[in-house]
């Protein structure tokens, strides 16, 4: 039975700002890279054996930081990416309706669909099985394709909620099922008040 831990990645200055970052390469801001070290203390008391890692460097920052600490594999896997946004990436909600008016989610904006995200992040998962069998392994990914993948695998995940940054999500096959053992935890960031 293979274990997966999705992990979203710190938080970058896109994210304070409110803006859709989508593929766009932003980076951690100092506080994502406090998350991500504060992460990786949490997981030296866990058993893991390898992280995979969108190839943005939001992501890659903070899952090449939990590596690093503990010792084990990281793999790049663009397939781990974020949503592509189109034209909204580098916008905020104001600027959405400045530009495209209270209805934007009605026009061809060059956004990638639900079932793109779904398709290329189930490939990757099964993939993942298939080289890790019985193994606990991290995903470190984006909120977007996080929250889009989770009900596709887990029939009774139920409605999404905002995925934090640097937040732990723990699924595991049971019988051919998925199921979840942990949502969306960020108890790392209490002990470091981030």
Same mark, same amino acid.
């Given at each position: 039975?293979?274990? $997966?831990?999705?992990?979203?990645?710190?938080?970058?200055?896109?994210?304070?700002?409110?803006?859709?970052?989508?593929?766009?390469?932003?980076?951690?801001?100092?506080?994502? &890279?406090?998350?991500?070290?504060?992460?990786?203390?949490?997981?030296?008391?866990?058993?893991?054996? *390898?992280?995979?890692?969108?190839?943005?460097?939001?992501?890659?920052?903070? *899952?090449?930081?939990? *590596?690093?600490?503990? =010792?084990?594999?990281?793999?790049?896997?663009? &397939?781990? &990416?974020?949503?592509?946004?189109?034209? $909204?990436?580098?916008?905020?909600?104001?600027?959405?309706?400045?530009?495209?008016?209270?209805?934007?989610?009605?026009?061809?904006?060059?956004?990638?669909?639900?079932?793109?995200?779904?398709?290329?992040?189930?490939?990757?998962?099964?993939?993942?099985?298939?080289?890790?069998?019985?193994?606990? #392994?991290?995903?470190?990914?984006? =909120?977007?394709?996080?929250?889009?993948?989770?009900?596709?695998?887990?029939?009774?995940?139920?409605? &999404?909620?905002?995925?934090?940054?640097?937040?732990?999500?723990?699924?595991?096959?049971?019988?051919?099922?998925?199921?979840?053992?942990?949502?969306?935890?960020?108890?790392?960031?209490?002990? #470091?008040?981030?």
């Amino acid at each position: 039975m293979t274990t $997966i831990g999705w992990v979203r990645h710190g938080i970058t200055d896109w994210n304070v700002a409110k803006k859709a970052q989508g593929q766009t390469d932003i980076p951690l801001n100092e506080t994502g &890279r406090a998350q991500a070290r504060a992460l990786a203390e949490r997981f030296r008391n866990e058993s893991w054996d *390898a992280v995979y890692a969108s190839d943005l460097s939001r992501a890659k920052e903070t *899952a090449e930081t939990i *590596a690093d600490a503990l =010792g084990i594999p990281l793999f790049i896997d663009e &397939r781990l &990416r974020e949503k592509g946004c189109g034209k $909204i990436e580098g916008t905020t909600e104001e600027d959405r309706i400045r530009m495209w008016g209270e209805d934007w989610r009605e026009f061809e904006l060059g956004i990638e669909t639900e079932e793109s995200m779904i398709s290329r992040g189930t490939e990757l998962v099964k993939e993942v099985c298939q080289r890790h069998p019985g193994q606990r #392994v991290l995903l470190v990914s984006h =909120g977007a394709l996080i929250s889009t993948l989770l009900p596709a695998l887990v029939s009774n995940m139920g409605e &999404r909620q905002h995925l934090h940054n640097t937040s732990v999500t723990l699924i595991r096959k049971l019988d051919e099922q998925w199921v979840c053992d942990l949502y969306n935890c960020r108890r790392h960031l209490d002990a #470091v008040n981030l």
